[in-house]
């Protein structure tokens, strides 16, 4: 049944990640505006209550990373709104997540202990190997420039999150 969870767990983050990956655009270039705000906005409502479920569920070197992703992309978050309510970007914030991460979400909710941990942590790695992917793509070629600059300022967070998730992940 675990083996089942996390193959479960593993195909709803992967088809999310193809189809944030897909929007916009080939996957090798910058993704429309309006497509890389909904991605980076819905991936941080993912953090964030990821990281808060993690937060109560995992170990603790787990528990800590968690709180540091709920704290980051909580500002992430902040950042994002205020480019676009300040007339910035042009882009509609999602309310809510994507299917695929709520679903995700939902599959982290059935578990507990160190099948929590292990879950969480192989699913942070994958989100933030996508994250880093999406904003450096913007980064490079975005057609906003406040966003592009935004996009190129959070990636080296982003990698460190990244880092740091594969780190635990072993």
Sequence with gaps: MKAFLFA???VL????????AGAGGDAGGAPKTADFVAQAASADMFEIEAGKLAARRADAPARAFAEEMVKDH???TQELKALVAGGKVEARI???????????LNALKGLQ?????RQYLAGQARAHEQAVDLFARYGEGGDNAALKAWASKT???????????RNLAR
């Design 8 to 10: 479960g767990f593993a």
């Design 13 to 20: 983050v992967a088809s999310g990640a193809l189809a944030q």
């Design 74 to 76: 909580r500002k992430t």
């Design 94 to 104: 999602p309310q809510a997540m994507t299917a695929a991460q709520q679903a995700a």
């Design 113 to 117: 202990g160190e099948d929590f941990t």
């Design 155 to 165: 990636l080296p967070d982003l990698e460190e999150h990244l880092r740091m998730a």
